[in-house]
């Protein structure tokens, strides 16, 4: 296995990483191949800015706190993320990928003030019913210890496989829960405090380039704003798991519930207008 090293930058080494999965989309320097590569990307001494993360819990809607929500290393992790699938050996170009399902364990919150080592490697290559998909695999250690692991399955769709069946079946609207409105503006938010800028979450020109009628929100996002609605009752030592199913407009409404599951809690997210699912998920003690 091979091992780059790469060095924090923020949000600009991002968009520069942008830059080059825009241009793998060419014929001429597209992807190809058909294995993941052995590769290893590390980022040593990834500080937990106290101010990145005050405004990642504001923009997720987060209560203030110096214990980072479990969500919150995927931020930087995601820029190892972008580096591996933008290498010229990664077989797929990357816009366009769909982020379908997102699993954290967590051994004990980071905490502002404090720096993690990240490790990211691609894994799991595997047939879909509509394409190929494969995990972005990241560890986050502190001293000595891994005290984070998220697998991040994304679907590179491939022949004509159309939408699944997750929108056709169980349309009810919740019951009991809460009704949010998903801020116009939650995808230039989210965004700002996480450098992720593809363009189908930031505004409705570039969306409608990559087959959505209007910018849609972060799967992470959501993911996160759903463990903010779970304050109080997800542990610090935990395992989360979400599919993402239909994506979510941006000015939207969506419908959250929660139940008990076993050792754990089940919660979704759905359409307040259709019952249609956006998000599935839970939550358990690890």
């Avoid at 203030?64 to 930087?76: C, G, I, N, Q």
């Avoid at 199913?245 to 207008?273: I, M, T």
């Amino acid at each position: 296995m091979t091992t780059q090293r790469t060095s924090s930058a923020g949000t600009g080494r991002l968009t520069a990483l942008y830059g080059r999965a825009l241009l793998r989309q060419l014929p001429v320097v597209g992807a190809k191949g058909d294995t993941l590569p052995d590769a290893e990307v590390v980022e040593d001494g990834v500080l937990v800015d106290r101010e990145t993360l005050r405004a990642y819990d504001e923009v997720c809607g987060f209560r203030l706190s110096d214990a980072a929500p479990p969500t919150y290393l995927h931020v930087p992790a995601f820029r190892g993320a972008m580096e591996l699938m933008t290498r010229r050996d990664f077989p797929f170009a990357i816009m366009g990928v769909v982020h379908i399902a997102n699993r954290i364990e967590q051994r004990r919150a980071v905490r502002a003030g404090e720096s993690v080592d990240l490790r990211l490697r691609a894994a799991n290559l595997a047939d879909h019913e509509r394409g190929k998909q494969f995990d972005i695999v990241s560890e986050a250690r502190a001293g000595g210890e891994t005290i984070w692991i998220e697998h991040s399955t994304y679907l590179r769709r491939q022949g004509g496989g159309g939408g699944g069946k997750d929108g056709k079946r169980d349309n009810e609207v919740p019951r009991t829960g809460a009704v949010w409105r998903v801020p116009g503006d939650a995808g230039r938010d989210y965004a700002g405090v996480s450098g992720d800028r593809n363009p189908i979450h930031l505004h409705s020109v570039s969306a409608r380039l990559f087959g959505q009628p209007k910018p849609i929100a972060h799967g992470m996002w959501l993911k996160a704003r759903c463990l903010a609605a779970l304050e109080g009752r997800v542990p610090e030592a935990c395992e989360i798991e979400v599919r993402f199913k239909l994506p979510v407009p941006l000015g939207s409404k969506v419908a959250f519930s929660s139940r008990p599951d076993g050792r754990g809690r089940a919660f979704e997210l759905r359409s307040a207008r259709d019952g249609r699912p956006h998000l599935t998920g839970r939550v358990q003690a690890s």
